[in-house]
């Protein structure tokens, strides 16, 4: 079953621009990690926030985390025409060894 | 860093045939690995969770006969799809997790396709 749902389905922006994707779950999360997949390709981890964690950063991405809200966002500044991808978002539960649920990703086009 | 070889990447085969395909975690032993299907333009859907020595268990809907699924050992656990069919068709993604409180480390995909 999925957990997560992101929003917008699709982006398409300049370079330049930046991009901002969101993710909503349903249940309580041990942590919440972003993925980014190019077509046909396997999965890259781009950054994992604990659910104890509100925002955190790496190089051009910026991921917040809302538990009361049950949702994350994933901002991608200064967007380049490589950044084109699918984002999605996956969410690790409380109990230990149990799988990683993804949402429905959202699917980003980068125009240079 | 931790490492997850699947192979084959690729395989085209006739309707009816069974595929197997490999996940091996090189450099960590996996005491669970996971079994994902993602269909053209959607998200990836767990299949299954398998446990080294133990029977997977599988997500509803998923049929345990038709996805057969060996994690003989720490660093192995296959996928096998038996009679396959075009609607089997599909990218199949392992991941492999040595600690049970530890990251997921995703293989690159078996694009699967029966014709």
């Known amino acids: 079953s999925q957990q997560g749902e992101e929003d917008p389905q699709a982006l398409s922006i300049q370079e330049g621009e930046n991009a901002t994707m969101n993710c909503s779950y349903k249940?309580?999360?041990?942590?919440l990690q972003w993925y980014r997949q190019n077509s046909g390709r396997g999965l890259v981890h781009l950054i994992l926030?604990?659910?104890?964690?509100r925002e955190k950063h790496s190089g051009r991405l910026r991921v917040t985390l809302d538990t009361s809200k049950k949702s994350s966002s994933l901002l991608i500044t200064a967007s380049r025409a490589a950044d084109t991808a699918s984002y999605f978002c996956?969410?690790?539960?409380?109990?230990?060894?149990?799988?990683?649920?993804f949402g429905k990703g959202t699917t980003l086009s980068v125009s240079s | 860093g931790a490492v997850v070889s699947q192979h084959p990447s690729r395989v085209i085969c006739k309707s009816g045939t069974s595929v197997k395909i490999e996940c091996r975690s090189l450099?960590?032993?996996?005491?669970?690995m996971f079994w994902y299907r993602q269909f053209p333009k959607q998200s990836l859907m767990l299949m299954a969770t398998?446990?080294?020595?133990?029977?997977?268990?599988?997500e509803q809907g998923v049929e345990k006969d038709k996805f057969l699924i060996n994690h003989a050992s720490l660093t192995l656990s296959t996928l096998t799809v038996t009679s396959a069919h075009p609607e089997d068709s599909s990218f199949y993604i392992c991941?492999?997790?040595?600690?049970?409180?530890?990251?997921?480390?995703f293989g690159d995909g078996t694009r699967l396709s029966i014709l």
């Open positions: 991941s492999a997790r040595g600690d049970p409180r530890g990251p997921q480390h």
């Open positions: 249940t309580s999360i041990n942590n």
């Open positions: 926030i604990r659910s104890n964690e």
């Open positions: 996956a969410t690790e539960l409380n109990q230990a060894g149990t799988a990683l649920i």
């Open positions: 450099d960590f032993q996996a005491t669970t």
């Open positions: 398998s446990n080294e020595g133990s029977k997977a268990t599988y």
